[in-house]
């Protein structure tokens, strides 16, 4: 068996929300198929016995687990899931060499060795496991579901498609070969300039302080990752964000090739309002095109909501918990 790497984990609460007295935490480290060792918080409910129907979540793209993906976690354990939120390869407390780098095969084995640890676990039914991936990792989320069989239900909460998003540019607005080409020339060029100064230059995080013409996306943005809301010191967008370099590969890997072909029951969630809407609205369209299994596909929109709503809630509870638990109830039976 590859040897897990020893992880410097912090033992005190330093999440952007409040400890559940429901539930009880602990860190715990896994590896992937890559030999990364991954960081991940784990909740237990603390009335609930035997083995359970369990849920791995991740995201957004750029955040850490003590930021939204451990709020989903902790919620979903109070309602009776043993859960797990993870850093990604590269980032937060998890290991991999090269910091804040990302790519769309071991993101996606990220999930799936997620998977792997719940699958092994003592007090988890390997028969009744999901998964969540928000923003970026909602993309993520359906792509693992469209590769590994034992994942029985999928939720992609305010989802970003990256390798489209990329490729193509923000409402597809770069969608060109010249777009592409230009993108890849200033990639390469970085890979040079990189190894001439010996490290990675960074891309920067959310930018801050927020310009006065700032598009609404991007005071989206900083209303969580730059203030009390949201901001996290592990956090790559509440700091000095990926690698220039760090995306290179999904501007021609695109994911969800075989989204239709995913036989497991999927629900999307995104705020009627968020600039990403557009992403679950064809990524749903595409899920059940010429699918032979699109009757236990869905996607849900939620009034008035923006992209971050779906991170923390906003300020009108955006979240449909209720709905989170009845579908995974549902599937994970």
């Not at 237990?44 to 016995?49: F, G, Q």
Request: aromatic residues 12%; proline residues 4%.
């Amino acid at each position: 068996m590859i040897k897990k790497e020893e992880l410097k984990l912090v033992t005190e609460w330093d999440k952007t929300f409040p400890m559940s007295d429901k539930v009880d935490h602990s860190k715990v480290t896994f590896v992937n198929r890559y030999g990364i060792t991954l960081a991940a918080d784990l909740y237990v409910p603390k009335d609930e016995e035997g083995r359970l129907p369990a849920i791995a979540v991740c995201g957004p793209f750029g955040a850490v687990k003590e930021q939204c993906s451990g709020l989903y976690a902790q919620t979903m354990a109070e309602r009776g899931f043993l859960t797990i939120a993870f850093d990604p390869s590269f980032t937060g407390e998890s290991g991999g060499d090269v910091r804040y780098m990302a790519s769309p095969d071991i993101n996606t084995e990220d999930f799936m060795a997620a998977v792997d640890f719940l699958s092994m676990n003592d007090r988890v039914d390997p028969d009744r496991i999901g998964i969540i991936g928000i923003c970026g990792w909602g993309g993520m989320a359906i792509n693992t579901a469209a590769l590994d069989t034992r994942i029985k239900a999928t939720v992609a909460s305010t989802m970003y498609d990256m390798t489209r998003v990329n490729a193509k540019g923000y409402f597809d607005s770069e969608d060109s070969e010249e777009a592409r080409y230009e993108k890849k020339k200033a990639m390469c060029a970085q890979r040079l300039e990189d190894l001439k100064s010996g490290d990675y230059k960074l891309g920067g995080g959310v930018v801050d302080p927020l310009p006065s013409d700032a598009p609404f996306f991007v005071k989206d943005y900083h209303s969580y990752y730059k203030t009390d809301r949201g901001y996290h010191a592990r956090s790559l967008n509440s700091n000095g964000g990926w690698n220039v370099t760090g995306c290179e590969s999904f501007i021609n890997q695109p994911i969800l090739k075989y989204s239709n072909e995913i036989r497991s029951a999927v629900l999307l969630v995104h705020g009627e309002k968020a600039h990403s809407c557009y992403f679950s609205k064809d990524a749903y369209a595409d899920m059940i095109k010429d699918s032979k299994y699109a009757d236990n596909k869905e996607l849900m929109i939620i009034p008035d909501a923006v992209h971050t709503d779906l991170y923390d809630g906003g300020d009108k509870n955006y979240i449909p918990y209720d709905k989170l638990e009845s579908f995974f109830k549902e599937n994970l039976k």
